[in-house]
């Protein structure tokens, strides 16, 4: 039995008492304070191993997923791969406190091998624009990029070049005259450089650009602000709907299959109690108009970095790169509904409030922080339930463009097949026809997981394995058409669905299969023990260290 102080599960805050933790070491049951969590984790997770893991994000996951490997690594991916052990339950020293609050950034490079790493020793120029998110221990030249410009940690101002950085710290630096900077916009022009310098050294390029848009906090130039305004004063009723229908016209989802509806704003750190996002209709007028400013901000964002994009292939072809260039598009995770239905304002909690007038028109601009909120996640979830943080299709799918040259057949083909970001890996070294390292600068990595997905683009199919994630509590495996899933907002119950014939998650089958339900858990914590995943502590009203209130107010 330990002793330890560890955050209970519940809606209740810290606890400074003595718990009672038993692990029944016959059986791997596990209670804490006499409440059985054992059908939460396997008894391997108690165990604060440090590995040295990585944090995966996924194409079918979005989710953290804590992992003794890196060979699926795609360092920095869009901010989806973060070294390190999740906060574990059991806090059992302030040594282990400082220890696990490292979790999500590089701790050690003993056995981990990021995908620059193994290009450049396949003879690649090696370079990286955007969130490196993975602390500042070991910075992106020190994980194998030759180049990179952008910021190490999270939310990041888009308008101040002071907060971002050029590595090495000895390259040439681009200068901007006052006003001029925006981050997207820079991002790309440092990609560009990069670019071209590869063709200067008569090197291949990989090249890694990890934009921070549209992440809060939600910031872009008036005029394409103003642009998008008309557009969502309608409300996220109206657009959803509009949404939906459009995704059937385009035959991305059937008749047959029933979108997820409003949604609710989830229990989380900051609500200890589940609810309703509300009808646009019920909102003020000034309150809509706020809430209407908000997404059109974020439209705005989406709208200059597609245009970046274009650019940069632009450049592509202007160098005579594209037609050999293996494109691949992402985003790392799903809506972001945090933390509440109308979304906050000055940092990332409970802050909120309604902007009337010059405020009004001033949000966005320099100096100001705001988030969107759980109403506007759902919309942007269309047609999913839940969003970033969640284990369920609005938290995980995320739609991915493959683009090469005239070797993708048929072009402009749709597959629904699930793939994994642990898969970017084994599909870069297949395109530059190398193989991952069993050595690199005397480190002997752990093997890659992942598979190439380069038989999409011939249009075959990819062997069926299962996938797994998990982040926060909530987690998944995915084998074939069968999807099992939990949230820690639902108590961690199983639900069970057909993602063949129920894409949007509406029909929890899990009482009609109780043993592929058990087949299906027992294959996640065998992967979960063995990969340290550890348990999530829920915390409530804690946030950076500090205690902030609850929002339960409208």
């Not at 050690?108 to 995908?115: F, G, K, P, V």
């Not at 370079?127 to 990179?148: L, Q």
């Not at 005579?320 to 809506?335: I, K, M, V």
């Not at 899933?485 to 119950?493: H, I, K």
Request: aromatic fraction near 12%; proline fraction near 5%; glycine fraction near 10%.
């Amino acid at each position: 039995m330990y002793e330890t102080k560890p955050y209970f599960y519940g809606t209740g805050r810290r606890k400074d008492s003595v718990a009672r933790v038993r692990v029944y070491t016959g059986t791997g049951k596990i209670t804490i304070n006499d409440r059985d969590i054992d059908n939460y984790f396997g008894l391997e997770t108690l165990k604060l191993i440090v590995r040295s893991p990585l944090v995966l994000l996924g194409l079918e996951g979005k989710y953290d997923v804590v992992v003794r490997v890196s060979g699926g690594g795609v360092s920095g991916q869009a901010g989806a791969i973060r070294h390190g052990l999740s906060r574990a339950l059991l806090q059992q020293s302030d040594e282990n406190r400082a220890v696990l609050k490292k979790a999500g950034f590089l701790t050690s490079q003993d056995n981990n091998l990021t995908i620059a790493e193994a290009l450049r020793a396949a003879g690649y120029h090696t370079a990286m624009t955007g969130k490196w998110y993975m602390g500042k221990a070991y910075t992106p030249v020190d994980c194998g990029f030759d180049d990179f410009y952008g910021f190490l940690n999270g939310a990041m101002t888009y308008w101040n070049p002071e907060r971002y950085v050029r590595l090495p710290e000895t390259a040439p630096r681009r200068e901007y005259a006052r006003g001029e900077f925006y981050a997207t916009d820079v991002i790309t022009d440092y990609a560009i450089d990069f670019a071209a310098r590869a063709r200067e050294l008569h090197k291949p390029l990989f090249l890694h650009v990890a934009y921070n848009a549209p992440h809060f906090p939600l910031q872009a130039p008036r005029e394409r602000i103003d642009h998008y305004m008309e557009i969502y004063l309608k409300g996220w009723d109206t657009i959803r709907e509009e949404r939906e229908a459009r995704l059937r016209r385009l035959g991305l989802l059937s008749d047959e299959e029933q979108a997820a509806g409003r949604g609710v704003v989830p229990t989380s750190q900051f609500i200890d109690r589940t609810r309703p996002v509300p009808a646009w209709e019920e909102l003020p007028e000034e309150q809509r108009h706020d809430l209407a400013r908000r997404m059109a901000i974020y439209a705005a964002m989406i709208d200059i970095m597609d245009r970046n994009i274009g650019r940069l292939v632009e450049a592509l072809r202007d160098n005579g790169q594209l037609e050999n260039t293996l494109l691949l598009f992402l985003s790392d995770n799903g809506a972001c509904a945090e933390w509440h239905e109308f979304g906050f304002d000055g940092r990332s909690g409970t802050n909120y409030r309604i902007h009337t007038a010059d405020k009004l028109a001033g949000m966005g601009q320099p100096g100001t922080y705001h988030h969107y909120g759980t109403g506007w996640a759902n919309v942007c979830c269309t047609p999913f339930r839940l969003y970033k943080h969640f284990a369920h299709e609005g938290g995980i799918s995320s739609p991915s463009i493959l683009w090469w040259g005239g070797r993708v057949k048929p072009p402009g083909g749709i597959d629904h097949q699930p793939c994994h970001l642990i898969d970017i890996m084994a599909t870069c070294l297949d395109a530059a026809g190398t193989e991952y390292p069993a050595q690199y600068e005397g480190r002997r990595p752990v093997p890659a997981e992942g598979i190439s997905l380069l038989p999409l683009a011939e249009g075959r199919r990819l062997p069926v394995r299962p996938i797994f994630a998990e982040h926060e509590g909530n987690r998944m495996v995915r084998l074939g058409r069968w999807k099992l899933v939990a949230s820690y907002y639902n108590g961690q119950r199983w639900e069970l669905y057909d993602i063949a014939h129920d894409r949007t998650e509406q029909h929890d089958l899990a009482a009609r299969h109780p043993r592929r339900v058990a087949r299906m858990a027992q294959l996640y914590f065998r992967w979960a023990d063995a990969n340290g995943v550890l348990p999530y502590p829920q915390l409530m009203n804690e946030y950076g260290g500090q205690k902030m209130e609850v929002y339960n107010e409208r």
